[in-house]
């Protein structure tokens, strides 16, 4: 399942304390479900762990206010696109600095960025500035197994500095949600002496954000974090000291809490059914947290009409499947439902219905052969939900149906190959809260999280000018519309949006946002 | 004996080139792509990935990377795991804590295993012989992943004699939990097998013999029966001391101890070749070195033995 960053980010990210120090300082000990981070550079990690650490040690350009949903401004003192929003002006405030005393320009962007944008360099984030003008003379193509020389050129031609505090971005083509897309940590600058050396400061970060690190960390160690004095942000948290306990195995980690050793937990799967009596009053769910889709091979002829897509789509119980995967709602659209422009009732063909389910299979002329699911061989519910499809599938179309358990990534890279056979399972978060951040990676031609291989000219078209249209509300319509044709072709079938859950201690509770999810960071102490 | 040794020693060295051969096999055929699992469910630019495969000879054949892999171990020079970490780091911080677990549950499953295992195989039948085989039966037939739970849910969770997972307090406390439930579990076979042998060994001539001779029944039990009775479960501890290494890949991720076993398991997920054939020669090195010391304490039991 792909499950994106902002998922991740509210499923891992925030924390606060408040018990510690002997003066009432604030501590919270906020356990990581992941194995020990070997460094801390937002601009080479795009895992949940690492860039939920640098949401305490960096802070973003902007960022989404919790409690409005809306953009607001963090490090940029303004964010604006030219008429066509292709040039984007980013203008710095004044009097912030790294935690190293340096005052932070825009030069500190500038330089940063070019460094994760040139390939040779193998950072993460590579891939966010290949929308930049110039991208591609930082990446030429490399033969296989050879390591990708370092360039002549050595910035983004679109990334152009214009004072201290100020510096514009082009792009190759007009993107009117490029503002939303500046809040990811992922573009989190670097000051000069990091930059001159990342590897030397891999274990000692140095920020802009709320916390710096408490002290010494060594490899293995947990995370020990204390308050900055000289983050001016909006929305400070309230905690002074936060402690990352690293618990790789995610019911050892709901023990550690139950013994009352931490102070946030995400609860594992396993005990989705049974975290409201071990801890009565002790946790909280997001609203919603991207959305899961069965993937229709659009390369196998077999699948090819879309009325057969419509009925293994109305042939589905998402009730019933809903309440096997647990803390989930049946799914009626492509986008979460927490986007701006999701609406209750797009999709036509999502409702259970048999005999109709039977019909359109019948004008599509049935469907030949076995049914292949395949399903992930490292989750633990994969191969259950698998047969709940299947059966669904078997006894409302007749179809014979058979099942394929292989590791994530190699469904990944058959599904690349379009080698694939049968249906998978995957699932999106959001990068950035925008309704294009669904349509875009999924169903554009070549998306990025395009596992359908799905291509339709015409919603290309729609999506084009979403991109170039500055007005937010009438991008959404047209980003509306691409949505439409894309339930109309169903190269994926929406399943279900699920919650996520999590516990907390009784000296804190979590902030919970409709907008930005759940987060310890922020957490308010009592 | 050191002729011996030496023997030994160098008889192992080609068989462990083809379990190391072997093992990088199988991880090369495992199926998946390690940089993409280790992107989780993030598109990954192509420059990046090509500049990730290049550093870690991904393209390369299979017998080259495998050699690759070798040079690294024998120069000690082990480079990062993909995810970044220093190997040599890594195995600083965990052969110790792996190190600690072991010994520690080794001392509880043999202290439970021969006291058990002697005493009931003298007092065969009596009531302590009967509830203990039932009782190792139960032990037998209990999976040592619902075990490590229900062990940590009760002691650790519930009742708070210890601590719950971590190596922050230290050794031996951090360890304890851990290491009575590998013991408690493991001794279930040692202590039948020890059983068993000793009752065997009581009734088998030479025994009649030295008591006929008219020896103390002391003499009897100490110079007789147990240097006999222990000779089948010495081979048996040298082989459990080897099976220690899979089971402490279950074991460190419950309690979370940093140790080679979840070291290991991150790398066999990962597809990890070199670190994957490095553990395993590391598992192999002790098998040997814990065998050798087996022969070698055989020798001391039985000197018929020595000399073969």
């Known amino acids: 399942m792909a499950l994106g960053l902002a998922l991740v980010l509210a499923s891992c990210g925030d924390g606060k304390s408040s018990s510690g120090g002997g003066s009432g300082a604030k501590s919270e000990t906020i356990a990581m479900v992941a194995d020990p981070l070997e460094y801390i550079n937002p601009l080479n990690d795009n895992g949940s762990p690492g860039i939920g650490i640098a949401m305490a040690i960096f802070a973003p350009l ?29 203008k710095l405030k004044a009097g912030n600095t790294f935690q190293n005393g340096q005052p932070l320009t825009a030069k500190d962007y500038v330089d940063s960025w070019n460094m994760t944008a040139e390939g040779s360099n193998g950072w993460k984030n590579n891939g966010f500035f290949s929308k930049v003008e110039g991208y591609d003379a930082l990446n030429p193509p490399a033969p296989a197994g050879a390591t990708p020389k370092p360039t002549a050129v050595k910035t983004l031609s679109g990334l152009k500095q214009i004072d201290d505090l100020t510096f514009s971005v082009k792009l190759k083509v007009p993107f009117s949600q490029f503002g939303l897309t500046l809040q990811y940590l ?29 002290g010494a960390w060594n490899a293995g160690d947990d995370i020990k974090l204390t308050k900055w004095d000289g ?3 909006p929305q400070l948290p309230q905690a002074d000291n936060i402690t990352y306990k690293f618990i790789p195995n995610g019911d050892t980690a709901y023990n550690e809490f139950l013994a009352g050793n931490l102070d946030f ?8 059914k049974s975290f409201k009596t071990d801890a009565p009053d002790q946790s909280v769910t997001s609203i919603s947290s991207g959305a899961n889709y069965l993937v229709i091979p659009a390369w196998d002829p077999r699948f090819k009409n879309p009325k057969l897509r419509h009925a293994f789509s109305e042939a589905i119980d998402r009730k019933a499947f809903a309440d096997l995967v647990g803390l989930s709602e049946p799914a009626k659209g492509l986008v979460a439902p927490d986007m701006a422009g999701y609406r209750d009732n797009a999709c036509k063909y999502c409702d259970f219905d048999a005999s109709k389910a039977k019909a359109d299979l019948a004008a599509a002329g049935g469907f030949s052969g076995v049914l292949n699911i395949n ?40 599904a690349d190959s379009r080698k694939l056979d049968g249906l998978r399972f995957s699932g999106w978060g959001h990068d950035y809260p925008s309704i294009e951040d669904y349509l875009t990676p999924m169903f554009k031609s070549n998306g990025d999280a395009n596992f359908a291989h799905y291509s339709n000219p015409a ?15 009438q991008a959404i319509k047209l980003y509306q519309q691409a949505e439409d044709i894309a339930l109309e072709d169903m190269p994926l079938i929406p399943l279900y949006t699920k919650s996520n859950a999590y516990l907390h201690s009784a000296k804190i509770q979590p902030r919970v946002s409709k907008y930005v999810g759940v987060s310890a960071l922020w957490a308010t102490f009592k | 004996m050191i002729r011996f040794v030496l023997r030994r020693v160098l008889a192992a060295i080609p068989i462990g080139l083809i379990v190391t051969l072997g093992v990088f096999a199988l991880v090369f055929a495992m199926p998946g792509d390690p940089l993409r699992e280790l992107a989780g469910d993030k598109p990954i630019p192509a420059a990046v990935l090509a500049a990730k495969r290049a550093q870690y000879h991904l393209d390369d054949p299979f017998i080259v990377q495998y050699l690759l892999s070798m040079k690294d171990i024998l120069t000690g020079h082990f480079g990062t795991t993909f995810a970044g970490a220093d190997i040599g780091d890594q195995l600083r911080l965990r052969i110790p804590v792996t190190l600690k677990l072991a010994t520690l549950s080794m001392v509880f499953q043999w202290v439970l295993g021969l006291i058990f295992g002697i005493y009931a195989g003298f007092k065969r039948n009596g009531w302590v012989d009967r509830s203990l085989l039932l009782a190792t039966l139960v032990l037998l037939a209990i999976p040592g992943l619902v075990a490590y739970f229900a062990a940590q849910y009760l002691f650790a969770v519930e009742l708070k004699w210890f601590p719950v997972s971590g190596v922050l307090e230290g050794y031996p406390r951090s360890y304890l939990l851990p290491a009575l439930v590998i013991g408690v579990l493991g001794f279930a076979g040692l202590g039948r097998l020890m059983r068993t042998s000793i009752v065997e060994t009581v009734n088998a ?24 009775a222990l000779l089948p479960v010495v081979t048996f501890i040298g082989l459990d001391l080897a099976g220690l290494f899979g ?7 419950i309690f979370n101890l940093p140790g080679l076993g979840q070291f290991m398991f991150q790398a066999v997920k990962l597809k990890e070749g070199g670190v994957v054939v490095l553990l395993c020669t590391l598992a192999f090195i002790s098998f040997i070195l814990i065998n050798l010391l087996v022969d070698v304490l055989y020798g001391v039991l039985d000197p018929r033995v020595r000399n073969v």
Not at chain 1, 392 to 401: A, D, F, I, P
């Open chain 1, 62 to 90: 902007v960022q989404t206010d919790p409690e409005t949903g809306k953009l607001q401004n963090v490090m940029a003192d303004s964010v604006t696109p030219d008429k066509t929003s292709q040039t984007w002006t980013i």
């Open chain 2, 247 to 253: 089971g402490a890949i279950i074991t460190e991720s």
């Open chain 1, 375 to 414: 399903y992930n061989t490292s989750s633990a519910t994969g191969q259950i939900f698998a047969e709940a499809i299947g059966n669904m599938l078997r006894q409302n179309l007749g179809l014979q149906v058979k099942y394929t358990g292989k590791q994530s990534s190699e469904i990944g890279a058959l």
């Open chain 1, 459 to 473: 919603l290309d078209a729609v999506l084009a000018k979403g991109d170039a249209q500055p007005d937010p509300e």
């Open chain 2, 205 to 228: 001539d030479f025994v009649k013999t030295a008591r006929a001779k008219g020896l103390g029944e002391q003499r009897v039990l100490w110079r007789h029966i147990l240097p006999n």
């Open chain 1, 231 to 233: 983050y001016k942000g």
């Open chain 1, 265 to 272: 937990v995400d609860v594992p799967p396993t005990k989705v």
């Open chain 1, 186 to 214: 992922g573009l989190a600058p670097l000051p000069e002496e990091v930059r001159k050396n990342p590897d030397a400061y891999k274990r000692k970060p140095i920020g802009n954000g709320p916390f710096k690190m408490a």
